[in-house]
């Protein structure tokens, strides 16, 4: 089975740091998206990339960027941590763009304090 | 934003008894697909349906499609206190093969 793995679970930043949260598949999946899921909202898209070094914007790119350097990691970076950016960020990977299902990792729950 | 929008929010049912959860959406898509996720994990993909298709069984599950009312339903028979989750569809639209996903139906059930 694929599997996405996030490299951590749980993480506490202050207001203004820089964070990464990494995202590797171990499935040769050519892509690869980043979600956030807050209460009531459901997921929503900040980024996704189809290959390496390529990055689209997703719903809600604002106060993020990525980097896909290889093709089984995708970065999520947050430039400078805000207290509305804690929520829970889940990463997916898939093989192509839709017609398969999407595989996610655990989670990691981000608080910004 | 395009995602889809599940109904009810909460649904709270006894063991034994089915759950059915519905989920409509506003333009064409090409897929539709249902994703459970336990509490506070990620999201586990269920089952994919097509635009050309109106039915599709895995298991206990059954999703229907009806395009022309841009809705799908999600049921569920026999329900066991272990489906107890969040359920989520998610629509890949045909300019935009990115998925987006609704809020969820919470699914409780009551052993």
């Known amino acids: 089975d694929v599997k996405v793995t996030q490299s951590s679970r749980y993480l506490v930043k202050r207001t203004g740091e820089k964070v990464f949260l990494e995202c590797v598949q171990d499935?040769?999946?050519?892509?690869m998206f980043w979600y956030r899921q807050d209460p009531g909202l459901g997921l929503r898209l900040i980024y996704f990339s189809y290959d390496v070094k390529m990055k689209e914007k997703g719903d809600i790119p604002e106060g993020y960027s990525v980097s896909r350097e290889k093709k089984e990691r995708f970065s999520l970076i947050l430039e400078s941590a805000s207290t509305n950016q804690t929520s829970m960020y889940l990463c997916?990977?898939?093989?192509?763009?839709?017609?398969?299902?999407?595989?996610f990792g655990s989670g990691t729950r981000l608080t910004v304090v | 934003s395009q995602q889809g929008e599940e109904d009810p929010q909460a649904l709270s049912i006894q063991e034994g008894e089915n759950a059915t959860m519905n989920c409509s959406y506003k333009?064409?898509?090409?897929?539709l697909q249902w994703y459970r996720q336990n509490s506070g994990r990620g999201l586990v993909h269920l089952i994919l349906i097509r635009s050309n298709e109106r039915e599709k069984h895995s298991g206990r599950l059954r999703v229907t499609l009806d395009t022309s009312k841009k809705s799908s339903s999600l049921l569920i028979t026999a329900s066991r206190a272990a489906d107890t989750a969040s359920y989520f569809c998610?629509?890949?639209?045909?300019?935009?093969?990115?998925?987006?996903f609704g809020a969820g139906t919470r699914l409780t059930v009551k052993p």
């Open positions: 997916a990977s898939s093989l192509s763009r839709a017609d398969y299902g999407y595989t």
């Open positions: 333009t064409s898509i090409n897929n």
């Open positions: 998610a629509t890949a639209f045909y300019n935009n093969n990115d998925m987006r």
């Open positions: 499935m040769d999946h050519e892509n």
